[in-house]
Structures are given as structure tokens and as C-alpha cells.
């Protein structure tokens, strides 16, 4: 559309130079014109007019170009460039030394500016440094640069500065069927074994029969409960975000698990337990499990396992109303006392390198409150796992 722009100028004998041309896209760059076309207008018109007998062609050239556009989103728009490129090109790169001095706004100043810019913008804004939009410097919106602030409207984590998401996020189930890396997991958890006959008599008891058979005097079958593992297993699982990096670890833990333990219950969580947890993640919106029923429907005779990255904004730990995706009435750190607390015999497994934990605030939390029972979810690391749950 720019390009267009100065051709027809060109062309209806407008004298428009290159350097003119260029002197437009940086006052463009500086956000002179603020990204909507009636600015733009005014702008293009200081840069490319030199004289006022070419005003009427201007306006004839411009009019016809940007007809029926209010923003230069659509006027890009309409050029087809791939939609990553313009995400790409509208984000701001900020040196280390500029990002150290934007500040970061705390969590009671966050929400109380949010709620006020909400009540004042009416537009649509891009790279700046107060409004909710997308690039910039402002703790709302998406594809900007900050150090606390509310995702609103981007597909993905860039930064992992995030300490709230405003978005419907959907996960996928866990694969429990995978086999590969599999089997030595197993291994390692067997170390968690507590063998019991219970149930039915299905299982034939070969010296029972023999002794039986020969003391009357006939054959007599005897059966006997089949011996299984009667360690129970709650598995808690974190899934999405930046646990989306450890997908086939976590896969491979899950399977192993079902295939191990014959008492065996798992749910999902995001970053951290709060006061719902889940089975299915696609139906993770409309058919929650309530923590308050685990605590009540599992024995504390139940291991505990949860594995996660730890790796969240502190605020998802400490305050209510931390969790990025919902309002939580009470912290994270509550609901992961009450549930180490019913069930003693609990552990977390991190995926991330032990030599990364200390450079995370939230992992150094999620470590204290688990009372160091933190292990990385290697078979190294598994396997002291399944010695402290066997104790």
C-alpha cells in the first residue's frame, strides 16, 4: 500500500523524492501518525507536498489508495503479508539496559490499571506504552516487552513474563500408550512395591493343592487372591505452557505409571493445584473435579506425585488471585499444604535441570513448600523419589 502510495503520486506528476519516502516511514516508526489513517493523512502530506498546487492530486492519490481504511493495520492488511511478518515487524526489540527500566507495577497497582484502562480506551493501539494493544512497552496486551503483566490475545509465551492470561487455552490429554524410554521408568518405579493378596480368589494356589490333594486323599483345588502391588498412587499432573517443553517425559512417566499400579488415579493442573483440578483437559472447562473431593475421596495411605516445571509467576503461589488463568480465591500455596498435608508421603518431580532450580523464584517456592521432596524427573532422579515414598 506504501509502495502504491508513492507510485501513483509519481504517476499523477506529484514531485515525490526517495528520500521524502523515507522520511514518511520514519516518522511512521516514531508513532507520529499512531497507526490509524486519518493521522497518517496528515502526516504523508508534511512529508511528500512541497508545494501547495500539488494538494489536490495528493488528496485525489491518497483518497484512492486508503478508501474505506481506518487503520494502517488494514492498509498492510490488504498488501497480504503473512500475518507472523507483521507480528514480527510490529514488536518492539529492546535493549537489556531499556528493558531494566521499565517498571514493573506490582499486582494490586496492576489490576487497578487495568480496570481503568479498560473503562478509558476506545481504540485499537500498537507499540506503545499505556493502552492495551499489541507491541510496545505496556503491561496489557500482547507481543510487547514487560515485566510483570496480563496476556491478552496471543497464541503463545514469548517471554515468560506473564503473571495473568486473558485467554481461553485449550491442552491435549497425555499420552498413556507411549513406550519408548518407558520401560526403564518402570523399572524405577518398582522400587515403590508393597506386595498383598486381596480381592478374589482367582489365582491357583499350587502348594495349597498339592498339600490338600495329599491329605484327603483327592484332588482339591485350592485358589488364592492374585499378589499385586497394593501401593495407591495419586498422580498429579501440570500441563500447557511452558510444560508444552517436556511433553514426551511427561508422556513417558504417565505410562509407565498406569502400567505399574494397579490403585492409580491421575488429574491435570496448570502451574500450580488450586481449588479444581481435572481428567480430561478438553473438557477441562465444564467437568472440573473439585480439590476439596480428592482430599476427601482418597486415604491419606495414598502416594502423592506431582510433576511439573514449577516454572510460573510468584504471584500463582502467594496471593489469591494469582493464577493466570482464572480467580483463585486462595493462594496456590494453600491448596499444595492441604494436599501434602492429607497425604504426607508426596513428592514433585521437575523435568527442568537440577542446576536451573535456583534461578527460579517459583521453583524455590514450590521446593519449600514441598519440604525439599523435589526431584528432576530423571531415573536418577525418580529413583530417589520412590525411596523416600517407600518409607
Known sequence: MFLRLFTDLRAAKVPVTLREYLTLF?????????????EFYYLA???????ERHLDRFDQVFAQVFKGMETLQQAIEEAGLPEEWLRKLA???LTEEERSQIAALGWDKLWETLKQRLAEQKGRHQGGGKWIGTAGTSPFGAYGANPEGIRIGQDSNRNFRAVKVWDKREFRDFDDT????????????????????????????????ISETARHGYLDVKL?????NAVKVLLFLDVGGSMDWHIELAEELFSAARAEFKHFEHFYFHNCPYERVWKE???????????????RTYPSDYRVVFVG????????????????????????AVWMERLTGKFPKSVWLNPVQPHLWSYTQSIRQIGGLMGGRMFPLTLDGLDGAMRVLAR
Open 281 to 295: 483437559n478438553r473438557r477441562r472447562h465444564d467437568q472440573i473435579i473439585p480439590t476439596w473431593e480428592v482430599l
Open 309 to 332: 516445571d514449577a516454572s510460573m509467576s510468584p504471584y500463582e503461589i502467594a496471593i489469591p488471585g494469582g493464577s493466570v488463568e482464572h480467580w483463585n480465591e486462595e493462594a496456590g
Open 26 to 38: 520514519e516518522g511512521v516508526d516514531a508513532d507520529l501518525a499512531e497507526y490509524r489513517v486519518d
Open 178 to 209: 507411549r513406550e519408548l524410554g518407558v520401560r526403564n521408568m518402570r523399572v524405577a518405579l518398582r522400587r515403590l512395591r508393597r506386595f498383598a493378596r486381596t480381592g478374589a480368589a482367582e489365582e491357583l494356589d499350587l502348594d495349597g493343592t
Open 224 to 228: 488364592r487372591p492374585e499378589r499385586r
Open 91 to 93: 514488536e518492539k526489540f
Open 45 to 51: 502530506r508534511a512529508t511528500l507536498v512541497k508545494d
